[in-house]
């Protein structure tokens, strides 16, 4: 019974597996057009980008695109945020009880060579906040809450910038 189990476990992974081969997914950062990419985002130059939220921002970018090395900028990559943080739920004392935090992106690829826009997207990320008695405990999670929203954005642009520049390569 064992072996049959262990005999039918074996067939659907090697099935599994030959299904898989013909999907046409390919890796992002690996392989020939995968270094072009790791490549080409690495020689993407962020310049300075107002505000707290464009310092994390930057910073956010720089780490993922660094990560394939560093090369000679190539491109330039134009960022403006806009970072609103709203109240949202009334108590019964008339004071506001949760928050929104929204955190919205709009990006230029820009080829340095050519002046020429290769991306031009959006991205954007939301937070719930809970406005709690603590002032403190209230502006620490709007921090936080700012700190995740940006790597989710740059997460995002990040993989907005990998497909453009794996469809030029």
């Given at each position: 019974m064992r072996m049959l189990r262990a005999f039918s476990l074996a067939a659907v992974a090697v099935m599994a597996s030959a299904s898989l081969s013909g999907c046409g997914l390919q890796p992002m950062y690996a392989g020939t057009k995968g270094a072009a990419v790791a490549q080409g985002l690495?020689?993407?130059?962020?310049?300075?980008i107002q505000g707290r939220a464009g310092w994390l921002m930057r910073n956010a970018l720089r780490d993922r695109l660094s990560a394939g090395g560093s090369a000679e900028p190539a491109y330039r990559l134009d960022v403006l945020?806009?970072?609103r943080l709203e109240g949202m739920g009334l108590l019964t004392d008339e004071t506001v009880g949760?928050?929104?935090?929204?955190?919205?992106?709009r990006f230029q690829l820009v080829e340095l060579s050519t002046g020429r826009v290769l991306v031009d997207a959006t991205a954007g990320s939301?937070?719930?906040?809970?406005?709690?008695?603590?002032?403190?405990a209230t502006i620490a999670a709007e921090q936080t809450a700012l700190e995740n929203l940006t790597?989710?954005?740059?997460?995002?642009?990040?993989?907005r910038l990998s497909l453009a520049l794996r469809a030029q390569s």
């Open positions: 690495s020689a993407v130059d962020v310049p300075a945020l806009d970072d949760r928050q929104r935090r929204t955190l919205r992106a939301d937070a719930g906040i809970d406005v709690v008695s603590s002032e403190y790597r989710d954005v740059a997460d995002r642009i990040v993989t």
